[in-house]
């Protein structure tokens, strides 16, 4: 079982490059996320979809850009990085109220 | 140049002794709850979840109290083992965003 694959596992970006972090689930889900996580936190919500056709900001959606114009993908796009942007990220997929994540991207900008 | 760093609560405990991590939330309309493991290098796993109809759960040793007076969750694992060791979040959610936690480190010691 696939569950949530997220790729790639690690980038380095200089400033001002752009790229997009991969998502797919195979699980059918309708709601998929992005969350990301600093050193020592929690996890915070960037954007979030509740079905194809659908995306909607969260609680730090600055920077960022995402797409879902099908089930299974949930690409989160970076346009210009920044080193704010530096973190881990985490997809995620639901189809009620239990989440499941992927392994997570590390991604440095420098 | 001198570097900060972010620090989690940190609860030590001895193998085979009783851990409580315990969680505050913010919102009072949340109506579901999570507790989360995270293992170094991993994404979040569910452990146990509890609704605002609840105030006790348990699963295999594992047990999660719930106190909606003062808004107050609390997890805890019986007989704690070395592979408990992780990061443990509790999470929110109400209309199906989840939020996070800042996360509490547990550290078990042979």
């Known amino acids: 079982n696939a569950g949530v694959t997220q790729t790639p596992k690690f980038r380095i970006l200089k400033i001002g490059q752009s790229m997009t972090l991969q998502c797919a689930q195979d699980?059918?889900?309708?709601?998929m996320y992005w969350y990301r996580q600093d050193p020592g936190m929690g996890l915070k919500l960037i954007y979030y979809?509740?079905?194809?056709?659908?995306?909607d900001k969260g609680e730090v959606p600055n920077g960022y850009n995402v797409s879902r114009s099908t089930t299974e993908d949930f690409p989160l796009r970076l346009e210009l990085a920044a080193p704010s942007q530096t973190s881990v990220y985490f997809c995620?997929?639901?189809?009620?109220?239990?989440?499941?994540f992927g392994e997570g991207s590390w991604l440095t900008v420098v | 140049g001198e570097s900060v760093g972010l620090h989690l609560p940190t609860l030590s405990v001895q193998e085979g002794d009783n851990s409580i991590i315990n969680c505050a939330y913010s919102?009072?309309?949340?109506?579901?709850f999570i507790w989360y493991k995270q293992e170094s290098g991993k994404g979040p796993q569910f452990i146990i979840d509890?609704?605002?109809?609840?105030d006790k759960r348990q699963g295999q040793r594992v047990t999660v109290l719930l106190n909606k007076t003062v808004k107050h969750l609390s997890l805890q694992i019986a007989a704690t083992q070395p592979g408990d060791s992780a990061v443990y979040f509790c999470?929110?959610?109400?209309?199906?965003?989840?939020?996070f936690g800042k996360g509490t480190k547990l550290s078990v010691k042979p």
């Open positions: 995620a997929s639901s189809s009620g109220n239990t989440i499941y």
């Open positions: 699980m059918n889900h309708n709601y």
């Open positions: 979809s509740v079905g194809a056709g659908i995306t």
């Open positions: 919102n009072s309309a949340s109506d579901y």
């Open positions: 509890i609704r605002s109809n609840m």
């Open positions: 999470a929110e959610t109400s209309q199906g965003n989840l939020i």
